[in-house]
C-alpha cells in the first residue's frame, strides 16, 4: 500500500513551459485534491475532484488544468508557467471531502519557475 | 470568511517540556477540526480529528481540545521529543463544499 504517491518531486520550469505533476493513490478514495504552499501561508486549495470525472475549483484554481479519469490519478498540469507558481504543491487524498474521513497527503513537488 | 488563525508562529522549548499551540477558526457550518504535523520537506499527517461534540482527542503525548462555544482549539505537546519539531498546522472543514481552510501552523523547535 504505497499511500500518496506524487511526481517529480523536483522540477526547474522556465515562463511560459507546461508540465503536468502527477499525483496517485491505491487507497481507492473518491476525494482528491491539490494545494500549493507557500512561506508564511496556509495550503491553499488548487482543485478537488469527489470522483472518477468530478473536478471542481477552489481557492486559487487560475493558470491550473486538472482531470479525473480514473479514481486512482489525478494529475495537475499547468498550461503556461509564471513566476508566480512558483510553489511546493501536495496533492492528497481522502475517502470523502466531508465528514470525518482522514485525508493523506503526498510527499510534496517542489516547482520553481524561473 | 472562513478563517484559522494560530498561535504563536514560532516556539522553541527545551527537550523534556510541554507546550500549548493555539487555533481560532471562524468556518461555517462547521463539521470537524484537524491537527496536522508537517516535518521539513515532508507532506502533513494527521494527528487528530474532532468534531463538534468531541472536547478532548489524545494521540500518544498529543492531546487536542475543542471549544466549539468560542470556536477555539489547542493542541498539547507532553514530554516534547527532539522529533516533534516540525510545523503544526490547524485545518477546519466544513460541512458543505469539500474544502479545508488551513491555518498557516506554528513552527516548533525542541531543543537538547
Known amino acids: 500500500n504505497a499511500g500518496v504517491t506524487q511526481t517529480p518531486k523536483f522540477q526547474v520550469l522556465k515562463t511560459g513551459q507546461s508540465m503536468t505533476l502527477q499525483c496517485a493513490q491505491d487507497?481507492?478514495?473518491?476525494?482528491m485534491s491539490w494545494y500549493r504552499q507557500d512561506p508564511g501561508m496556509g495550503l491553499r486549495l488548487i482543485h478537488y475532484s469527489v470522483g472518477a470525472g468530478i473536478t471542481d475549483q477552489g481557492e486559487v484554481p487560475n493558470g491550473y488544468n486538472v482531470s479525473r479519469s480514473t479514481t486512482e490519478d489525478f494529475p495537475l498540469r499547468l498550461l503556461s508557467a509564471a513566476p508566480s507558481q512558483t510553489s511546493v504543491y501536495f496533492c492528497?487524498?481522502?475517502?470523502?471531502?466531508?465528514?470525518?474521513?482522514?485525508?493523506?497527503f503526498g510527499p510534496g513537488t517542489r516547482l520553481t519557475v524561473t | 470568511k472562513n478563517q484559522v488563525e494560530q498561535s504563536p508562529q514560532s516556539l522553541i522549548i527545551l527537550e523534556g517540556k510541554n507546550c500549548t499551540l493555539q487555533?481560532?477558526?471562524?468556518?461555517?457550518?462547521?463539521?470537524?477540526l484537524r491537527w496536522y504535523k508537517q516535518d521539513t520537506g515532508r507532506g502533513p499527517v494527521s494527528l487528530t480529528i474532532?468534531?463538534?461534540?468531541?472536547n478532548t482527542k489524545s494521540n500518544g503525548r498529543y492531546t487536542a481540545t475543542l471549544d466549539a462555544d468560542t470556536k477555539q482549539s489547542s493542541l498539547h505537546i507532553t514530554a516534547s521529543q527532539l522529533s516533534d519539531s516540525a510545523s503544526y498546522i490547524c485545518v477546519g472543514i466544513s460541512n458543505t463544499g469539500n474544502q479545508f481552510y488551513f491555518g498557516t501552523g506554528t513552527s516548533l523547535t525542541v531543543i537538547p
Open positions: 487555533c481560532n477558526y471562524t468556518v461555517s457550518p462547521f463539521s470537524n
Open positions: 487507497m481507492n478514495h473518491e476525494y
Open positions: 474532532m468534531t463538534f461534540s468531541e
Open positions: 492528497a487524498s481522502s475517502k470523502s471531502g466531508t465528514g470525518g474521513y482522514e485525508q493523506y
